[in-house]
T-cell receptor, first 113, second 115 residues
Framework: NAGVTQTPKFQVLKTGQSMTLQCAQD?????MSWYRQDPGMGLRLIHY???????DQGEVPNGYNVSRSTTEDFPLRLLSAAPSQTSVYFC????????????FGEGSWLTVV | AQTVTQSQPEMSVQEAETVTLSCTYD???????LFWYKQPPSRQMILVIR??????QNATENRFSVNFQKAAKSFSLKISDSQLGDAAMYFC????????????FGKGITLSVRP
């Protein structure tokens, strides 16, 4: 089925550990992005990419790295996890055109202890 | 920078009644898109309705309609004949026209539906 696939769905990390949240889409979308959702804060943009080899920072990029080596994949890396990174993470993708439907992954629940 | 404001953190409505969720935004652009997303407890993000700024006619999707006031930069969502399944968090979002522009969300509003 077409869509955005996020893995893992749940993860518990210890402070200082590293991990990668995976995001893949099979719709040949150029634009992909990562958001974090915290209570009372809505969804905040972490990083985004407008195509393979192109990434840029969003509203809250500190502590996160991204890369876009292929159109399909847009992984989010936490190099040294901190309790402040406990959140729900969403990956989203959309085709060219601002009015196009935006597809979201199902979310990844991350807890840093 | 564009901002989206949802000033009401919570609202409640009686089943079968009508409720309006408020949203304001700030932008210097003239061409853009506005969205309402629903997020049930499953956390899935579901598109409810979309409005193109260049269209004066308010968008409608079944029981959901918007009141789009471009000059006032207001974009409210009206839910008619509220159902228990409408209980969720609702997010207002903005996206500038043009390829690959960012999507900006408000902080969301939690809607509860009383049986």
């Amino acid at each position: 089925n077409a869509g955005v696939t996020q893995t893992p769905k749940f993860q518990v990390l210890k402070t200082g550990q590293s991990m990668t949240l995976q995001c893949a889409q099979d719709m040949n979308h150029e634009y992909m992005s990562w958001y974090r959702q915290d209570p009372g804060m809505g969804l905040r943009l972490i990083h985004y990419s407008v195509g393979a080899g192109i990434t840029d920072q969003g509203e809250v990029p500190n502590g996160y790295n991204v890369s876009r080596s292929t159109t399909e994949d847009f992984p989010l890396r936490l190099l040294s996890a901190a309790p402040s990174q406990t959140s729900v993470y969403f990956c989203a993708s959309v085709g060219r055109g601002a009015g196009n439907t935006i597809y979201f992954g199902e979310g990844s629940w991350l807890t840093v202890v | 920078a564009q901002t989206v404001t949802q000033s009401q953190p919570e609202m409640s409505v009686q089943e079968a009644e009508t409720v309006t969720l408020s949203c304001t935004y700030d932008t210097s652009e003239s061409d853009y898109y506005l969205f309402w997303y629903k997020q049930p407890p499953s956390r899935q993000m579901i598109l409810v309705i979309r409005q193109e700024a260049y269209k004066q006619q308010n968008a409608t999707e079944n029981r959901f309609s918007v009141n789009f006031q471009k000059a006032a930069k207001s974009f409210s969502l009206k839910i008619s004949d509220s159902q228990l399944g409408d209980a969720a968090m609702y997010f207002c979002a903005y996206r500038r026209a043009g390829a690959n522009s960012k999507l900006t969300f408000g902080k969301g509003i939690t809607l509860s539906v009383r049986p």
